[in-house]
């Protein structure tokens, strides 16, 4: 069963530092587009950061400069490191994956993130 799993959220003080990772598992002949994103509560799911195959990245422009993606190919894993967090970080964090010649969605059950005193 192909699958992707979250871990590394938790709580944090503001300012503070967090990654969290993202594996994948299962046969996958090809993992191509990744990304995080991420939900509030009361908010729609938004994009956080993307990653291609090729390693092109995009972010959005409320965690440019604070948030860094990157992934590991040959362990199949994505990471975001979060670092200068804000309370306006405080979401589920979701990985996301394009797999196979058809480009599937794929999707984790998400990691929780809080940032607060």
């Known amino acids: 069963q192909v699958q992707l799993v979250e871990s590394g959220g938790g709580l944090v003080q503001p300012g503070g530092s967090l990654r969290v990772s993202c594996a994948a598992s299962?046969?996958?002949?090809?993992?191509?587009?990744m990304g995080w994103y991420r939900q509030a509560p009361g908010k729609q799911r938004e994009l956080v950061a993307t990653?291609?195959?090729?390693?092109?990245?995009n972010y959005a422009d409320s965690v440019k400069g604070r948030f860094t993606i990157s992934r590991d190919n040959a362990k199949k894993t994505m990471y975001l490191q979060m670092n200068n967090l804000k309370p306006e970080d405080t979401a589920v964090y979701y990985c996301?994956?394009?797999?196979?010649?058809?480009?599937?969605?794929?999707w984790g059950r998400g990691t929780q993130v809080t940032v607060s005193s």
């Open positions: 299962g046969t996958i002949f090809m993992l191509n587009d």
């Open positions: 996301n994956a394009k797999i196979g010649v058809g480009n599937r969605d794929l």
């Open positions: 990653i291609t195959n090729f390693g092109h990245i």
